[in-house]
């Protein structure tokens, strides 16, 4: 579904040659940190060729490189500190892959509802309520319940 999304995104939007090259450099980049951990550079810091996580990584692509990884006959060999590092790495993309679906998905519900009547308007800023049925709320509001 993702993939159909991002071939509609780039037909109508013309950002064909920016999509591939950014999906290239992701693609690159989840090699990169999956090759560190094979070779124990992972540990590094970031200027000597260790790995972190960037906000803007597409970490659904790295979710799979990494997985795969994981997966592999030679990761269920390492010790359980690489092993232990790995998942968290794992983990990181996750929480923010889970974390920009998240907030998709409240973009996508805001956009759906309808607009509030501003106050200034003489609305009260949000939606309004039902309107109560005839006999629901008296006139006399001594005589209603708290």
Not at 6 to 16: E, P, Q, Y
Not at 127 to 142: A, K, N, R
Request: proline fraction near 5%; charge should be negative.
């Amino acid at each position: 579904m993702m993939f159909k999304n991002k071939i509609l995104k780039m037909l109508t939007h013309g950002t064909v040659e920016e999509d591939i090259r950014s999906d290239i450099v992701d693609e690159s980049r989840a090699s990169r940190e999956n090759q560190s951990f094979v070779d124990d550079s992972y540990k590094n810091t970031r200027e000597e060729g260790g790995i972190f996580v960037y906000i803007h990584d597409d970490h659904e692509k790295h979710l799979e490189h990494h997985t795969d990884l994981a997966k592999s006959e030679e990761a269920t060999q390492w010790p359980d500190k690489k092993w232990k590092d790995l998942n968290a790495h794992i983990e990181e993309h996750y929480l923010f892959y889970m974390l920009l679906k998240q907030m998709q998905a409240q973009q996508q519900m805001q956009n759906q509802q309808p607009a509030a009547l501003p106050v200034e308007e003489g609305g009260m800023g949000a939606q309004p309520g039902p309107i109560p049925e005839e006999g629901e709320m008296g006139t006399d509001l001594e005589a209603q319940p708290i």
